[in-house]
């Protein structure tokens, strides 16, 4: 069995992992075995991408944008992509990092769970002489200064696109309106900057955030919270969601509090479920941050950097809003 079936996950991961053990080829065998390689027997660098939930679309797409770009490109590297069942599960992912040292790839390119727990994994991946690469949720720049790591990262600014979905919304309230926030892992620096694009853009507008919880990125849990925030604040004009995920369980929780209409809901991310609901008019807007262009960018920088070129500063990726009017259905 190949290392990168041996420590595959339960499903979702197992159906990625299979597909992708078949497109990485040549993958060496777990331990006891030879020493790991950087490279495998072809002489390619082995990139792994280590995500978070694979149960969330969006890294679904995000996988799909990797396995699609080693397609085009099969004699430049292959690819071991890895993720986690749910967006807590943050050891799991710290494990994942230290299979990926162990089986000895050249370069890791990961969108860390939380931006200061995975730090230390990171460092042992680079203390092993692995490239790192940070895409889409940066890693906490203090911690990484405290650990005297450098890790170039590649991702959007999350304030900014906050702000954009959020400014949208503005238009449809008046000062003195109230609405809720749903936010994400409180210790994901994404999460952070979607809440303050948010709190920018209200505050701009003279609008009040009367309740703001965390719901973990996760549906189920937005589901609830927003519930809760419905039954408690029932004069609330909107929920501002820092993911799609989260979105969708609030747009469920609208329905069922028969408020459908009444309550404007906005997003972040641009997955397919909440493109159809903006469609019928049941969301209002969201944020594209192309996903499946993130693990590109951080796998054609990592593929730079193993061929020995100096790490740039931060790229930033972009963000686009998407309304019924973009999505053509206005
Ligand atoms: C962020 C991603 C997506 C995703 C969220 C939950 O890092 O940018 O917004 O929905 O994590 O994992």
Not at 238 to 247: I, K, R, W
């Amino acid at each position: 069995m190949s290392a990168a079936r041996s420590h595959i996950a339960p499903w979702p991961i197992v159906l990625l992992g299979i597909a992708l053990a078949g497109c990485g080829g040549d993958v060496p065998e777990a331990a006891p075995g030879p020493a790991p390689s950087s490279k495998t027997s072809t002489g390619k660098p082995r990139i792994a991408l280590v995500m978070k939930s694979l149960a969330n679309e969006f890294f679904k797409t995000m996988a799909d944008g990797a396995v699609k770009h080693q397609r085009e490109h099969p004699d430049a590297y292959e690819l071991i992509v890895n993720g986690i069942k749910d967006e807590r599960d943050l050891s799991r992912q710290v494990a994942l990092v230290d299979e990926m040292i162990a089986q000895g790839v050249g370069a890791i390119v990961i969108a860390p769970a939380d931006s200061k727990a995975l730090v230390s994994a990171c460092k042992r991946a680079k203390d092993a002489g692995i490239v790192v690469v940070n895409v889409d949720n940066k890693l906490d720049d203090r911690v990484l200064a405290d650990q005297g790591l450098a890790v170039p990262f590649v991702g959007p600014d999350n304030r900014a696109g906050a702000r954009k979905a959020a400014d949208y919304l503005a238009k449809r309230l008046k000062p003195g309106d109230q609405v809720g926030m749903l936010e994400g892992i409180r210790t994901a620096f994404n999460g952070q900057q979607r809440q303050l694009g948010f709190q920018d853009a209200m505050k701009a507008a003279g609008v009040t955030i009367v309740d703001s919880q965390t719901a973990q990125w996760e549906m189920d849990q937005a589901n609830r919270i927003a519930s809760t925030i419905l039954g408690e604040h029932p004069q609330i004009k909107a929920l501002l969601c820092c993911n799609d995920s989260m979105a969708l369980g609030a747009l469920a929780a609208v329905k069922s509090a028969g408020r459908s209409g009444e309550v404007l809901i906005i997003g972040y991310d641009g997955i397919s479920a909440i493109r159809s609901a903006i469609q019928q008019g049941s969301v209002l807007a969201t944020i594209e941050q192309h996903a499946d262009q993130l693990a590109v960018y951080g796998i054609e920088l990592a593929l730079k950097l193993l061929k020995g070129e100096s790490p740039p500063a931060d790229t930033t990726t972009p963000v686009d809003l998407i309304t019924a009017e973009s999505l053509g259905s206005k």
